[in-house]
């Protein structure tokens, strides 16, 4: 079975005992047909509204910012921006070396720079901070005097699937549980009550595995206990 939406589509129909359909009639399937590709879509939408910090859903951003301009959109598909991953990228042209840039609150931000929005007279330079609005945009500060380039790290809310050769971000080692779901919703759509909910148990039982293989993290704890010159331990220890 190949890995894109014409192959999870059919797999739900062959468990349903359906006739596949091929690449020529895909676009133009109706009744069942039709269903079995929303279910696949519900599926992979529903997996991925589980978590919001799936890898396989991981970008980075690269924007280049305008002098003058304080406010930035979110990229269209964001779902989570990781604030803590912004910096300037180091540009021999313009002068500037990398420089990693800090979060502060909104609050923060208008109580103490608001100003660079209206009057042309503060400070401005490479940003050393970011802070996020409450309309999806982020605010630079201080204001760029240069087109610098900015990075930073996001997790994206994927589109649907649509045509038939289009393949989910979600890795194929766990196509079994994008399936489960599906059959879920195609049991639901045929009226079948109790294996529709046997399929989402099942369904959020491989959620749970995907999510401890790729989320998951076992802590550990560093010491940062001195040790004098004779081998002996000093007294003070860190965690």
Do not use: C
């Not at 690449?23 to 047909?33: I, M, R």
């Not at 996020?132 to 994927?158: C, G, H």
């Not at 589109?159 to 195609?186: C, K, N, W």
């Amino acid at each position: 079975m190949a890995y894109d939406f014409l192959g999870l589509v059919n797999a739900v129909n062959r468990r349903l005992n359906e006739v596949e359909l091929s690449s020529a009639n895909f676009a133009s399937a109706t009744g069942f047909y039709s269903q079995a590709k929303d279910a696949v879509n519900a599926s992979i939408r529903y997996l991925n509204q589980s978590e919001y910090f799936w890898p396989f859903n991981h970008n980075t951003q690269e924007t280049t910012l305008v002098a003058n301009t304080s406010r930035y959109a979110f990229p269209a598909d964001a779902k989570v921006i990781n604030f803590q991953s912004f910096r300037i990228k180091e540009n021999n042209s313009l002068g500037n070396a990398t420089t990693r840039i800090t979060e502060i609150a909104y609050e923060d931000y208008l109580d103490r720079y608001v100003e660079q929005e209206y009057s042309s007279s503060l400070g401005q330079g490479v940003p050393t901070q970011v802070a996020q609005a409450p309309n999806l945009e982020f605010i630079m500060t201080p204001e760029p005097d240069k087109a610098y380039e900015l990075v930073y790290e996001y997790y994206s809310f994927p589109t649907d699937l649509s045509a038939a050769t289009d393949v989910p971000t979600i890795p194929e080692r766990f196509q079994h549980i994008i399936i489960d779901g599906a059959m879920h919703y195609g049991y639901l759509f045929r009226g079948n009550t109790q294996d529709a909910l046997v399929m989402k148990e099942k369904f959020d039982e491989g959620i749970k595995h995907m999510r401890s293989q790729l989320i998951n993290r076992t802590p550990y704890v560093r010491s940062y206990m001195l040790t004098g010159a004779t081998g002996g331990a000093s007294t003070g220890f860190g965690i």
